[in-house]
């Protein structure tokens, strides 16, 4: 096999090959210090568009991920859902910053969630991403053995995101645990899967002992990006509205107007925080298009 120096590097999922494309990546993304993170298409827009007019520009060249550059130092990407899905993410868009030459970068995840305990319309910034089991590590299957990685979120770049976001939204905010499902239904301990395997008032008995245990939400997504963070040494920070209150509900009794009123709430103040706190203010303002390049 030949060495990864020497091997044609190819970013499958957003769509990127080197050595070809080296130049018009370092042009368009040299310059990004935040990569914010959101599930779907349509928060990975209305995140950029809250940035200014530029921002719709997409950088992917698949139907994979959308990969946003509203500022030169923003990137905005959809992860899609779970492990497997924002895995590849990570790895595209580390190895794209490091052909880059992005000097370094921070990542943030602005995601919804269920509460536990919290108020739905309630922001969790997580402390620590545990995995169902309430560990902070992410086992992963690795050549037939099983790897449990250390999940570390950086602790001062999720304070500072907390002590902003309480200041500055309408929304109630707290920092607490999250945990990390494999999985929508049964990991989520949710009975309204195809078959569930256990019962309402076992999904009950576990929601409280995560509750106990200090765990103030549930998603799909912080352990895998606290595992890559710690292991590449980049800092990253989760932020998640809460939709309901799995402690009183499993499914969002709130109209969606309402749902998305939280959602605006969200995206707006992690936007503040990101002009605000971590990027300098911008001169250059071009929109380098690697998409069309
Ligand atoms: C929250 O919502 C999605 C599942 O509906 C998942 O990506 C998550 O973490």
């Known amino acids: 096999m030949p060495s990864s120096s020497e091997k044609v590097r190819v970013l499958y999922h957003i769509g990127y090959r080197f050595p070809e494309d080296a130049a018009v990546v370092q042009s368009a993304f040299k310059s990004v210090r935040v990569v914010l993170l959101c599930g779907t298409f349509s928060r990975a827009t209305k995140l950029s568009l809250s940035f200014g007019p530029n921002a719709c520009n997409n950088f992917s060249r698949t139907d994979r991920f ?3 550059r509203p500022l030169p130092t923003v990137l905005i990407a959809s992860h899609g859902i779970g492990l497997g899905s924002i895995d590849c993410l990570l790895n595209d868009i580390h190895n794209l910053l490091t052909v880059a030459n992005t000097p370094s970068y921070a990542l943030i995840r602005l995601g919804s969630s269920g509460g536990v305990g919290v108020a739905p319309g309630t922001l969790v910034v997580t402390r620590d991403a545990l995995n169902a089991a309430l560990r902070p590590e992410l086992a992963v299957t690795v050549l037939g053995t099983v790897r449990n990685l250390a999940a570390r979120l950086d602790a001062a770049l ?3 995101l907390f002590e902003f976001v309480r200041e ?3 929304l109630p905010c707290v920092m607490g645990d999250t945990v990390c499902a494999e999985t929508f239904f049964d990991s989520q301990a949710r009975t309204d899967g195809a ?4 019962s309402h008032d076992d999904a009950r008995a576990y929601l409280q002992r995560c509750s106990r245990a200090g765990v103030k939400n549930i998603e799909m997504e912080c352990l895998p990006l606290a595992a890559f963070a710690h292991r590449v040494r980049v800092p990253a920070a989760v932020v998640c509205v809460a939709f309901i209150d799995r402690l009183v509900e499993e499914t969002p009794t709130q109209d ?3 749902l998305m009123a939280y959602e605006t709430c969200a ?3 992690v936007v503040e925080f990101v002009k605000q706190m971590l990027v300098p ?3 250059d303002d ?3 298009c690697a998409r069309s390049a």
């Open 168 to 170: 500055h939204s309408e």
């Open 158 to 160: 999720s304070r500072q």
């Open 66 to 68: 959308m990969l946003l």
């Open 286 to 288: 071009s929109v380098a």
């Open 195 to 198: 078959d569930p395997l256990f």
């Open 256 to 258: 969606a107007a309402k």
């Open 267 to 269: 995206v707006n103040a």
């Open 281 to 283: 203010p911008l001169h």
